[in-house]
């Protein structure tokens, strides 16, 4: 297993995503570059890195909750219809 990032770190970046979701993406590189831009951690490169890699894991878990809600939506909408379908008068004609 890996080594355990500070709690601080966890609340840090849940803060952040949370404020300002659009700075951020699924790009490490990306939001490396954003973490230095607003000057935290600014001294520690390893903790930036650190902040940054969480920053990364928080976005894909929620771009990706949010897909998996889009898929369930969809999904519903394509099982509503097929039962209107058959359902609708012009088929029982």
Avoid: C, Y
Avoid at 40 to 63: C, M, P, W, Y
């Amino acid at each position: 297993m890996g080594r355990q990032k500070g709690r601080h770190l966890h609340v840090i970046a849940k803060k952040l995503v949370d404020e300002k979701p659009e700075l951020f993406s699924t790009d490490f590189n990306l939001n490396k570059e954003q973490v230095s831009k607003l000057g935290i951690f600014s001294d520690s490169h390893q903790e930036r890195n650190k902040l940054a890699g969480e920053i990364t894991k928080l976005v894909k878990r929620t771009r990706g909750e949010e897909q998996a809600q889009e898929k369930q939506t969809r999904e519903k909408q394509t099982r509503e219809e097929k039962h209107a379908l058959t359902l609708s008068p012009a088929s029982q004609a």
